[in-house]
């Protein structure tokens, strides 16, 4: 018992020196054990194997190709199997060098070892003619059908992938800008893009190995035929029907040996490339879209018997057959109903909860959302998360991305159906107010031209909602084609949420309570507590704060720097309580981002300036008129004021064709009651003054507003 022992521990110590030394090393170097079995690929091309050696490799490259097979059997997207036209590469490349050291065998020695010559017994069955016809059945079927199917549809794929590229990044460069996405998703989506236009590309090229081994297969069979036979008459002696005999079997156990593998990995080919994106394996997908509806099936089981009653037909096959698929049409005809009576209770269960009476708190009647979506019926599936809807959680990355942007928190949006609109409507409310309705198709796509499409597309012509630009409705099938054209294609649910941040945005200072300020300065107590102590009702109100962040959030001003902001109130509410004027001291106080605002890439504001004469007759009249009249029109005559406006329609002109955004540029003095003056006619022009912007800000003026 104790020498068993004692052997037993024996020989595992070998086996956890191997463990503990050896298979770290090869895990380690993964690299070189790479490049030695490529190198020794390329020295099978060279030197003679023994037949020994050489079943083991045909053995060996069986398996490689079954195990391509399957692996793209069982894909989702072509992008599992990355690396496919490099394994495609290198088992041709092993082929082949069978196909040489097999060659070289067969030709000197006259035989090549156990696998070629079972695979050649198998098939010939004494019979050379049959075995060379079957031999090249299998070759057609490999070089014509497979292969040059699989290579139209390679090229045919990678010519599209890398036409619709541009379209596919622009589309991702809107839902980062929109915020439906972060950097690192966009990121991740783009280095996708990247690797599919990459592996379609590849796959073009693989392809060609696909027939290139196919063609150098039939020219090794026709060599080790003929050259077999005559070295076997003129240089073995053998007799003529012992030399076809023995060379017919090893030829064709060879070419069987290399084909029926290069048939798997030419199939495994075909599948990696029309795999589509679905997601689902491929026995899902046959599943699912071949055998789900009875009627074909059933449709099918009866034409089975037909055919097998016709005069010279047998019946039993026919007969086996139209009952096996009318048994599982019979079955699904069940299993439809079931699902369909299942679904049906839990509706009806749902809409009896539903319609159970509950007594809702009259202070609910009164509440009124600060920002409500509403929704036709046809609508639902965007927000509906068991149909695949994603509005939720879109408008949630919108909040997001408004409080990074802007500064501030902004309330939570209400999102319900509502029967008295149009089936495909929605209206968009702000404290009970619509401030914007559109109409959605939510099976189909808005294709938006960004100025570099090329061509015209068929749907429907509408005006994109959020710059008024105009664009297309387009189905699915479209969506690639308007790609291609250069047009930015994106969903339904982008649209609406596209056009809620817009809003949201433009009336930012109409979400922003007292509560909400409340709360943003007593975040900052912990990083800033001698900052914070100071704010109290006496030295700075917060319906201060309020109405000089909403001040700013109007003309577009981000508060994210609240700590500066209330530095600057504190200091000057000192000496005024004029909200105006406070506006104007926090504006100065944050240079920097009113400046970062406004530049382009090279740091340049281009804006539009108030002539001095005109800026002379504002200034006057803000010294002699009264407040209320400030306020509109700056207490300027109604032929000076029209003229100033016809005057600034053209500046922004200007501007505009100058691909810049426009932007007025005045005196400090002057610059809030010019805004309010235009503000309502143009409600996308801003306006700032010389004094806000940091000394080194480089100002071109394009044109000036004149009387």
Not at 232 to 245: I, K, N, P, S
Not at 362 to 388: A, F, K, M, T
Not at 422 to 438: D, H, L, S, T, W
Not at 677 to 693: A, C, G, K, Q, R
Request: proline fraction near 5%; include cysteine.
């Amino acid at each position: 018992m104790a020498k068993s022992r004692q052997l037993a521990i024996m020989n595992s110590v070998p086996m956890q020196k191997l463990q503990n030394n050896v298979l770290p090393v090869v895990k380690d170097n993964k690299d070189l054990g790479l490049a030695i079995g490529i190198l020794f690929i390329l020295v099978i091309l060279i030197v003679p194997l023994p037949a020994i050696l050489l079943d083991l490799f045909l053995a060996v490259n069986i398996g490689i190709s079954v195990l391509i097979l399957l692996v793209a059997v069982y894909l989702r997207t072509p992008l599992e199997f990355s690396s496919f036209p490099t394994i495609l590469l290198i088992s041709t490349i092993f082929r082949l060098g069978l196909n040489v050291a097999s060659t070289r065998l067969i030709l000197s020695e006259a035989q090549a070892g156990h696998v070629i010559e079972a695979f050649g017994n198998f098939v010939i069955r004494g019979n050379y003619i049959v075995g060379i016809i079957l031999f090249l059945i299998l070759l057609v079927i490999n070089f014509i059908v497979i292969i040059k199917g699989s290579t139209r549809i390679a090229e045919v794929t990678a010519r599209f992938t890398l036409d619709a590229l541009p379209g596919k990044q622009m589309s991702i460069d809107a839902d980062l800008n929109a915020g439906f996405i972060d950097e690192q998703t966009a990121r991740k989506r783009r280095q996708e893009l990247n690797q599919e236009a990459d592996f379609f590309g590849a796959m073009d090229g693989a392809a060609k190995f696909i027939k290139g081994d196919a063609i150098a297969g039939i020219i090794i069979t026709t060599i080790n035929l003929i050259g077999g036979f005559l070295i076997g008459l003129l240089q073995m002696d053998m007799e003529f029907a012992t030399a076809a005999a023995t060379y017919s079997i090893l030829t064709i156990g060879d070419g069987l040996v290399s084909q029926i593998p290069a048939l798997f990995v030419s199939i495994g080919g075909g599948l990696v490339i029309t795999r589509s994106a679905s997601g689902d394996n491929l026995e899902h997908e046959l599943t699912e879209q071949f055998g789900s509806k009875p009627k074909p099936l059933f449709i099918t089981s009866g034409m089975l018997i037909f055919i097998g009653l016709l005069p010279g037909f047998p019946l039993l096959p026919f007969m086996l057959l139209s009952s096996i698929i009318g048994t599982y049409a019979y079955f699904r005809v069940k299993t439809i109903r079931t699902d369909a009576d299942n679904l049906l209770a839990k509706e009806i269960s749902e809409a009896e909860q539903s319609q159970k009476p509950t007594e809702q708190p009259v202070e609910e009647l009164l509440r009124v959302d600060p920002v409500e979506i509403e929704l036709g019926y046809s609508l639902i599936s965007l927000v509906d998360e068991s149909q695949g809807g994603d509005v939720f959680k879109r408008i949630t990355n919108v909040r997001r991305q408004l409080a990074v942007e802007l500064g501030i928190i902004l309330p939570p949006v209400r999102v319900r159906d509502n029967l008295q609109l149009e089936p495909e409507e929605y209206v968009i409310k702000i404290r009970g107010n619509e401030i914007a309705r559109n109409v959605l198709h939510p099976n189909m796509l808005l294709a938006m031209n960004p100025g570099t499409a090329e061509g015209d597309i068929n749907g429907i012509k509408v005006t994109e909602p959020v710059f008024g630009l105009p664009a297309t409705w387009v189905t699915f099938a479209n969506r690639e084609n308007a790609e291609i054209l250069g047009y930015t294609v994106v969903e339904a649910a982008t649209v609406l949420t596209t056009h809620l941040t817009e809003l949201l945005r433009r009336n930012a200072d109409k979400l922003i309570t007292r509560q909400d300020i409340k709360h943003l300065v007593d975040n900052l107590k912990e990083d800033y507590p001698a900052l914070i102590e100071e704010v109290t009702p006496d030295n700075l109100p917060v319906s201060t704060i309020q109405k000089v962040i909403q001040n700013l959030l109007g003309e577009g001003i981000p508060v994210r720097d609240l700590p500066m902001i209330l530095e600057s109130l504190l200091e000057y509410a000192k000496v005024t309580k004029n909200i105006d004027v406070l506006t104007e001291y926090v504006r100065h106080s944050i240079s920097e981002t009113i400046k970062k605002l406004y530049q382009d890439q090279n740091g340049t504001i281009h804006a539009i300036a108030i002539d001095p004469q005109l800026e002379d007759i504002m200034t006057n009249a803000l010294q002699s008129g009264n407040q209320n009249a400030l306020m509109a029109s700056l207490g300027l005559p109604p032929d000076i004021i029209n003229s100033v406006q016809k005057s600034l329609s053209d500046a922004i002109d200007d501007i505009s064709i100058a691909g810049h955004l426009p932007l007025v540029i005045c005196s400090a003095q002057v610059r809030p009651y010019f805004y309010r003056m235009i503000h309502t006619t143009y409600p996308m022009v801003n306006v700032i003054s010389y004094t806000e912007l940091p000394a080194d800000t480089d100002v071109e003026i394009h044109s000036y507003v004149r009387i």
